[in-house]
């Protein structure tokens, strides 16, 4: 008798269908297990994942970004946003410019120092992407996206 390999002993040999609930709750283990993953990572340099969020958002806005904007691109409410901000602004993260625009607005920046975590945070991401993604083989990665695609398109 051959001894299986990981891979195929993962697969359901029966041929059966997975029960729906046993989809979802892959799914959902999956999604916790890759954010645990991150949160870990983030937690050794000192970084919450919404810090995480807000800081390669402002990475990716080096011109800046108007709080609100900053909040719609995060799926979160001002009020969350202006209280994430004031922290991160008295941890030296993030400043606030007044806008030339509009006096009232103001504009969020990475900072020096929050430059440098949004680098540090986004070495974290990379190296527990290949952490997780080094289980798999490029074929399945591709399954997988292939896979997954129904599952994020609008």
Do not use: W
Not at 9 to 24: L, T, Y
Not at 113 to 133: C, H
Not at 140 to 152: D, F, G, I
């Amino acid at each position: 008798m051959q001894k299986q390999s990981k891979r195929e002993s993962r697969q359901k040999s029966n041929g059966e269908a997975p029960k729906n609930e046993e989809v979802i709750e892959a799914i959902l283990r999956v999604g916790m297990y890759v954010q645990s993953e991150l949160e870990a990572a983030l937690q050794k340099i000192g970084l919450s994942p919404a810090n995480f969020e807000v800081l390669t958002t402002l990475a990716s806005h080096p011109e800046g970004i108007l709080s609100t904007a900053l909040a719609g691109k995060l799926h979160c409410t001002k009020a969350n946003i202006s209280q994430l901000v004031t922290r991160m602004e008295k941890s030296g993260l993030i400043q606030r410019v007044a806008s030339s625009k509009d006096k009232r607005s103001s504009i969020l920046k990475l900072t020096t120092l929050g430059k440098s975590q949004a680098a540090a945070a986004n070495e974290a991401r990379i190296q527990t992407e290949k952490k997780i993604l080094k289980k798999f083989t490029l074929e399945e990665r591709r399954a997988l996206v292939n896979v997954m695609a129904p599952l994020t398109k609008d």
